[in-house]
């Protein structure tokens, strides 16, 4: 049912899903089973990869070890399992009245698509109604995590799904941004970009060139979801649509109302408490159903949560003088981030990297609260009123600052060498970039270090730092290299304030080694500075005066 080459998508594979609706009907029998909480649990959380080897590693090289962290760590709340829940009951009861084995489906579908061709959507709203599919809203700050939840858990399911025997290509979900400051018929548009992208179809010419008008754009949106199976819709950053220029809120309402209800495709909004409270109750008296409600999503609070959050994400530290967690560090990090996820992440990763490249020795390497209230300072000068609207508990306050748009920090950390370095950096030889050997050779290094369980993103830095000194190394020696440079043994704090030297009895001093004074002393016939002088070890202070 779609021009795409099914070759390219993985085949329907059916599975029991424990209740006979379910697993009789091919296009909910084809996706995961049911997870319990506990399952849930373990396939949302991630932690990035750490090796202790990684602490010998140069400074500029740690930085890209520190930013694993804003990519791959996420730690599941109770929260997280009752989206992912609810995300599960959202995308199967869409497929309910949509079975492909029932005599009944084409013509329902045949229905279906001619009362969308026929209709005007900007004015129809569905009396009857008997679809299956539901609704839902998860309103929250910016940076609670909203989006990467929903991302994450969207993401424990194929993107798409190829039935031979039906000849159906099934889209499971799709994920639609809206425009900032955007209209209904920017969000059609975005729809068929990210249709088209999932499916490798350029559904932007097909169904949005020469000027169609909105009625046209909706429709084409609501066929499509019928031609490819879409079980759910989610609509993120939600507050950005403009109700205004999409007609007012009923246009908006009366669209969504037939996808639920005519075209019985899931819906979720993802956006700010106050655009989604404006727009929730309508869109609920509109549907003549609760849906399956709303989730708000909150900050972590100072409790339980927030110490097994920090408990997990403590051991992540790239840094010489590793220190323990205490209250002091844990009320500092609260006060600071006031327990939005995003931001004690993001702090606590620049924090490392100003440790890193601030550190005159190993010792002055570590976090503490003075560090954290500078990076915080610095660099989260956009988040102060949002942060400071937390801490004093109005919620009108919380609501001006919902539409904050949070700072890429990843760049910063990476390229924070430059930014905080004041010594100059020697320049070494540059590669020749066009240059194919020297890149087969270190695209075979980074694979061979790679084999050696070291992660990828440590071994490109390395093969490239050690090509840049050396355009002219062979495969080996970048190996060998490379490999040093992670198991070299550098001073570090303990072994430096903690070691005690060593005393020997003067009696022993014969049984040291040969280049020590002690053993020189013990075992001379003249003189001490013969016995140097003999050893070849003296200062040529001669030569010296001389010169």
Excluded at 227 to 236: E, Q, S, T, Y
Aim: aromatic share 6%; glycine share 4%.
């Amino acid at each position: 049912m779609a021009d795409s080459k099914p070759n390219a998508f993985p085949e329907a594979k059916y599975k029991d899903q424990g209740l006979p609706e379910y697993t009789e009907n091919p296009l909910i029998s084809a996706l995961p089973k049911i997870m319990s909480p506990a399952q849930a649990a373990m396939a949302l959380g991630k932690k990035p990869t750490y090796q202790q080897e990684e602490l010998n590693l140069p400074n500029h090289i740690r930085a890209h070890a520190i930013n694993r962290l804003t990519r791959e760590f996420f730690v599941p709340q109770t929260t997280h399992i009752v989206i992912e829940q609810k995300l599960s009951k959202l995308i199967r009861c869409s497929y309910l009245n949509r079975n492909p084995n029932k005599a009944t489906f084409k013509r329902k579908l045949n229905s279906i698509r001619g009362l969308i061709q026929e209709k005007d959507l900007t004015a129809y709203v569905h009396d009857e109604v008997d679809s299956p599919a539901s609704s839902m809203t998860i309103a929250g700050i910016s940076g609670a995590g909203k989006s990467t939840t929903t991302n994450i858990v969207l993401n424990t399911y194929p993107r798409v799904i190829y039935h031979p025997d039906l000849h159906m290509i099934q889209v499971p979900w799709l994920k639609v941004d809206c425009p900032h400051d955007g209209s209904l018929s920017d969000f059609c548009l975005s729809f068929f970009i990210a249709l088209g992208r999932r499916l490798n179809i350029n559904y932007r010419d097909m169904y949005a060139s020469g000027r169609p008008t909105i009625s046209k754009m909706m429709a084409d949106v609501a066929d499509l979801c019928l031609i490819h199976a879409i079980g759910l819709i989610v609509i993120d950053e939600f507050q950005h649509m403009s109700l205004a220029k999409s007609g007012g809120e009923k246009k908006m309402i009366n669209f969504l109302v037939t996808l639920v209800n005519v075209v019985e495709v899931s819906v979720v909004l993802i956006g700010t408490p106050k655009a989604l409270r404006l727009f929730s109750n309508e869109f609920r008296q509109a549907r003549r159903a609760s849906g399956d409600g709303s989730v708000v999503w909150d900050r972590l609070k100072k409790d339980e949560s927030w110490e097994d959050f920090l408990e997990e994400l403590w051991p992540f530290q790239w840094l010489k003088n590793i220190v323990e967690r205490d209250e002091q560090l844990t009320n500092k990090l609260y006060e600071l981030s006031q327990g939005v996820p995003d931001i004690v992440v993001k702090l606590f990763c620049l924090a490392q990297s100003r440790a890193i490249l601030l550190a005159d020795s190993p010792v002055e390497e570590t976090l503490s609260p003075g560090l954290l209230d500078q990076v915080f300072e610095d660099e989260f000068s956009i988040v102060k009123p949002m942060i400071e609207a937390l801490r004093s508990g109005n919620k009108r306050k919380i609501e001006d600052c919902n539409d904050l748009v949070f700072p890429k920090f990843e760049s910063d950390m990476i390229n924070a060498v430059n930014q905080l370095v004041a010594k100059p950096i020697e320049k070494p030889s540059q590669v020749e970039l066009g240059d194919p050997v020297g890149t087969n050779i270190a695209n075979s290094a980074i694979k061979a270090i790679v084999a050696m369980g070291i992660a990828e993103d440590i071994a490109k830095p390395l093969v490239s730092d050690a090509l840049t000194k050396d355009p002219k190394l062979t495969l080996i020696q970048i190996i060998q290299i490379a490999t040093t440079a992670l198991t070299q043994s550098e001073e570090t704090p303990s072994t430096k304030s903690n070691a005690k030297p060593v005393y020997t009895n003067r009696k022993n001093w014969s049984q040291l080694a040969d280049d020590d004074l002690r053993k020189m002393h013990a075992s001379k016939s003249g003189s001490m500075y013969e016995e140097i002088q003999g050893k070849g070890i003296s200062y040529p202070v001669n030569e010296l005066l001389a010169g």
